[in-house]
């Protein structure tokens, strides 16, 4: 366990119970675990209070009192610009960003803008799961590329995928970060990818929402940083929203370097009338600043010594297994070394530790015997959530 641990800002915990969060006020419904004493470790918000910037420019709203419609974009272009350059060495035009509501929604929209119904859509599977739920709705075709397991961790046979292709395939969307995996994709990884998408004539969609929050000893890429020009099918996804724990504010960034690409995806926009709300806008201005990314770097510590202590308890316990995180907050469990059912495991999590986890066959191919938990908590919640465990399958020790 964590030793000689201070107290850091973190670890407030602050109740969340009728605040309309989906998180904890959905929990019971969803997962049959009771309010009154249950740990809810599943949808990927944190329970964390953004930085004091972000909050300083909801409160200067407030105090201005009025909500009418947003002009003059050019400070909110600027600090993405800005957050981009510092944070990723990636050189932005704010002309080739496009703010959506949110970043399922820019899935969505990148869907409609560049493929028709009946095309194929790829996905790295398992992976998160509103990507098949968007193609599914779209009336597109779900193609599952499964990652392999190897020396513990995802990685890609790309040999393998070249065989599942059919020609139907119009779009692939990579998460990178991986979720639920917490894989950072190397260099060589992510030009494998790129050059996929080249032999397949695929427009590459790169979802980077946890770009942010990569643990101590790694480092994220942004994909047009590889080597070799995929700029002309490149679409880009970031958002501030994972990143300072303002998701309901659905904000995020489409961002495309390709001329005929962006006026696609621009059409589609215009078409369906969609444009951001001044509290998004407002509070990823605020987000991307300095005292923004100074708060990140203390958030990732704080995750990173979440981590250790969840996964040294979930290690210890015969039969699971925590994959090596390199990026998010979410930790991703395989239970299939218990030789326990799906619905046995599960039982045993929900029913007699009471902590709601994602389902692991939600997230797609490969996700049977995995639960996936959120550990962006106070660590006093991820210790509770560690003993428990450790109770629930107490008779395997």
């Not at 019971?28 to 944190?46: C, F, K, Q, R, T």
Request: charged residues 25%; aromatic residues 10%.
């Amino acid at each position: 366990m964590i030793r000689g641990h201070q107290m850091s800002r973190f670890d407030e915990e602050i109740d969340r119970f009728g605040t309309h969060s989906v998180k904890w006020d959905m929990m019971e419904a969803i997962y049959g675990v009771p309010a009154s004493d249950g740990l809810s470790m599943w949808v990927a918000d944190m329970d964390f209070r953004p930085p004091e910037c972000v909050q300083k420019a909801v409160q200067g709203m407030a105090d201005h009192g009025i909500y009418g419609y947003f002009g003059d974009d050019r400070a909110y272009l600027e600090s993405i610009c800005w957050w981009m350059q510092t944070r990723h060495g990636w050189k932005v035009d704010p002309k080739w960003i496009f703010s959506t509501h949110g970043l399922v929604n820019g899935t969505g929209m990148c869907v409609d803008a560049f493929t028709n119904p009946g095309d194929g859509v790829v996905l790295f599977t398992p992976v998160y799961h509103a990507f098949a739920r968007v193609i599914k709705a779209a009336g597109r075709e779900v193609v599952e590329c499964p990652l392999a397991v190897r020396d513990g961790r995802y990685e890609m046979d790309f040999d393998a995928y070249d065989a599942l292709m059919t020609g139907n395939e119009r779009l692939l969307i990579l998460c990178s970060p991986h979720n639920p995996g917490g894989r950072v994709w190397t260099r060589a990884e992510l030009k494998g990818v790129a050059a996929f998408a080249k032999r397949h004539d695929l427009i590459l969609v790169s979802d980077e929402i946890h770009h942010d929050l990569v643990m101590p000893g790694h480092k994220h890429i942004p994909m047009p940083l590889i080597d070799g020009d995929v700029s002309e099918r490149l679409v880009m996804m970031t958002a501030t929203t994972k990143t300072f724990n303002i998701a309901g504010s659905h904000i995020g960034n489409v961002i495309i370097p390709d001329d005929d690409l962006r006026a696609r995806f621009a059409a589609r926009m215009a078409g369906l009338g969609i444009s951001p709300n001044s509290f998004g806008l407002i509070m990823a201005t605020a987000a991307y600043s300095p005292d923004g990314a100074a708060w990140v770097d203390d958030l990732v510590q704080y995750l990173d010594g979440n981590r250790r202590l969840f996964d040294e308890a979930v290690n210890a316990i015969p039969g699971l297994k925590s994959m090596p995180m390199e990026a998010t907050y979410l930790a991703w469990v395989d239970f299939e070394g218990t030789g326990m059912t799906r619905e046995e495991f599960t039982h045993r999590v929900e029913k007699d530790a009471h902590i709601a986890a994602n389902h692991g066959p939600t997230f797609g191919c490969g996700g049977e015997s995995y639960l996936r938990f959120n550990f962006a908590t106070p660590r006093a919640r991820v210790a509770d959530a560690a003993e428990r465990l450790q109770r629930a399958f107490g008779d395997l020790q």
